[in-house]
């Protein structure tokens, strides 16, 4: 679906330049989409109901985690993820090397801990469905787990190692995308709401902000995340199903010098992300309270009881921050990508816990597919009428 360049007189760096292409959204995926456009030379412009990446990007642990988290039936997923990890290190060699800003790549890689001789035997189980994929995930033993992560409690079972599921930090990666836009000439503007979709003969045609105004565009980019359904304009069935999941994340301070961890840590009831700074991640609740923006005593004392059943020296760590965040859920919880049946409208969205590990691929990919460069194959089974499918089928 090709963005259709209107007809200006205006310099690029002009205000009133007309964007050939609007994003709604400036995540990690909105700003990835806008970086890839503007290479291809169109003209765009990202907006954003808050500050630039402040939505789930500024809230994930950043873990690009196709292997360790692949689940049954979600083996198309699992392929979509694995070819994001396959992207990463180049989109992030790129982007340091336009920018000159870290993102915080980091490749010690993931252990998925049991703590129990129940963990154990339910992680061995599906540690045998991962590698049936072809996943390079290995058991280790309790020994070598407490040799390469010797603060890990006593007693425990032995892990999940996925030496492929490395991470990055989220919001040195938004800070570099949004410096990587803005040198490409793309327009940000944080704090602009966007009330709805503009449609004009059948085409989507630009938005209306919140205030009235009415920007013009040849494409519009719906990656406006948990709030991508509340944008109005759009018939019912083109508003996809996304949903807002609250989580609550509690962030520790170690000495960087002599940190309590260095893989990312899965256990039960959590998950833990070292940074290379001394931050400690610890997250995330899942609750389906809507745009709940509370940080409650029970979620705090979930994450932080079940982070020190596995690492218990986090009693001496001081807590730097608490934040809640909106994860954007489908109702399978994959992503919307791709074409809608407004021409001119193409989602990015819904990637629930992934957008971070997603991030390259929906970049190429929805660039590619508004740009007039045809559907990438990699997002062929993530489109909007997979919905429509399963409810003609049931």
Known sequence: MAAQPRPYSASPSAPD??????????????????????????????LDRGAVGAGASHVAGGMLAACAEAEPGEEDL????????????????????????????????????????????????????????????????????????????????????SPEDHQVEPRALVAALAAATVQAGVTLRPHTEVAAVEVENGRAAGVRLADGTVLPAGA??????????????????????????????????????????????????????????????????????????????????????????????????????????????????APILGPSAVPGLVYATGHHRNGILLAPVTADAIARLVAGEGIDPAIAAFGMERFAARAVAA
């Open 220 to 333: 519009v980019v719906l990656a406006a995340g948990a709030w991508s359904r509340g944008i109005e304009g759009l018939p019912p069935a083109a508003r996809p199903p996304v949903r807002p999941i609250k989580g609550q994340v509690v962030t520790l301070r170690m000495d960087p010098s002599a940190p309590l961890l260095t893989h990312v840590l899965w256990a039960p009831g959590c998950y833990l992300v070292p940074r290379a700074d001394g931050r400690l991640v610890v997250g995330a609740t899942v609750e389906e309270k809507g745009f709940d923006t509370a940080i409650t005593a029970g979620g705090v004392l979930s994450l932080l009881d079940a982070a020190w059943r596995v690492l218990p020296g986090i009693e001496d760590l001081p807590i730097v921050e608490t934040t809640v965040g909106h994860r954007p859920g489908s109702r399978d919880d």
């Open 17 to 46: 330049r007309v964007p050939d292409v609007v994003v709604i959204g400036a995540g990690v995926c909105g700003l990835g989409i806008a970086w890839r456009l503007a290479q291809r030379g169109l003209a765009v412009a990202v």
């Open 78 to 161: 699992v392929r979509l993820g694995r070819h994001a990890q396959a992207l990463w290190p180049g989109f992030a060699a790129e982007l340091e090397a336009a920018t000159g800003l870290p993102i915080g790549v980091r490749s010690e890689g993931t252990l998925v801990v049991a703590l129990t001789a129940d963990d154990r035997a339910r992680l061995v189980h599906h540690l045998a469905f991962q590698q049936g994929l072809g996943l390079p995930l290995d058991w280790l033993p309790a020994a070598e787990v407490r040799r390469r992560e010797p603060h890990l409690a006593a007693g425990l079972a032995g892990a999940v190692f």
